[in-house]
């Protein structure tokens, strides 16, 4: 695999990771 490719995946997962983190975030403010 090249290295592009593994850092744009990690950039993805780094972005999931913080959609969860807002959406548990806005969750626990209600």
């Not at 850092?7 to 209600?30: D, F, M, P, W, Y």
């Amino acid at each position: 695999m090249h290295r592009d490719q593994l850092e744009s995946i990690e950039e993805r997962v780094a972005r999931l990771g913080r959609e969860t983190n807002a959406k548990n975030n806005s969750r626990h403010q209600l």
